[in-house]
Each structure stands twice: as C-alpha cells, then as structure tokens.
C-alpha cells in the first residue's frame, strides 16, 4: 500500500489542522493505521492508532483529548484531527499503516512494526 499525507502547515497556538492520509489499493480496510511525529533532532513517536474499522483508538499521553484520529474506509483515507495545538506539537507527522491480526498495544506504539509509511507533513505550531 502507498501512503500519501497532507494537511500540514503554520498555525498559531491554540489552532487547529486536519491531516490526511491517503492510501492506495483496496485492501485498506485491513491495515491498523497509525500516526507518528518527529521533531527536530528527536526520534519519531508514537502519536495515534486506529483499528481495521475505526472502533478503537489510542492516543499518547501528550496529544490525548486534543488530537482525534479517525478513518473512512470507502475513502481510503485516515484522518488526524489537530486541535489546541501546542509549540511543542512541532513536527513532520507520518502515517503508517501495518497488518496485524491484533489490535494490541504491545506493539502498535512501536514505529518498527508498521511496514508502510507516508512521506511526511510539517506542522509547525508558532505565533
């Protein structure tokens, strides 16, 4: 599956942005979807998860109740809605996608379990 996200940008403390991820294929309905970030000089972390349907969701501790991901599965497409968004939400968000049987968070906090990956979006957060 290929990965495209968008909906990056500038935005003022306390603004919002969606991002998308659109996949191509029609097998989309069976990858666990996740969203990770990278700020400058750290390592990619884990941000959001969704399962095959969109019935269960996680979040990080650090973007729980600001940050909304979600799925439309007819559209190919896996959203993360951005909201009260912090300096320190700086990054370059990707999404990720995985084939798993279970939806566990053993595992799906782990960049290394995902085999597919988007490009990239940057969400710079600055007055």
């Known amino acids: 599956v290929q990965l495209q996200a968008s909906g990056g940008g500038l935005v003022q403390p306390g603004g919002s942005l969606r991002l998308s991820c659109a996949a191509s294929?029609?097998?989309?309905?069976?990858?666990?979807m996740g969203w990770f970030r990278q700020a400058p000089g750290k390592g990619r972390d884990f941000v959001a998860a969704i399962n095959w349907r969109g019935g269960s969701t996680d979040y990080a501790d650090s973007v729980k109740g600001r940050f909304t991901i979600s799925r439309d599965n007819a559209k190919n497409t896996v959203y993360l809605q951005l909201n009260s968004l912090k300096p320190e939400d700086t990054a370059v968000y990707y999404c990720?996608?995985?084939?798993?049987?279970?939806?566990?968070?053993?595992?799906?906090?782990?960049?290394?379990?995902?085999?597919?990956w988007g490009q990239g979006t940057q969400v710079t957060v600055s007055s």
């Open positions: 990720a996608a995985a084939q798993r049987n279970q939806y566990d968070s053993s595992w799906f906090t782990n960049d290394v379990e995902y085999e597919y």
């Open positions: 294929g029609r097998t989309f309905s069976m990858y666990i």
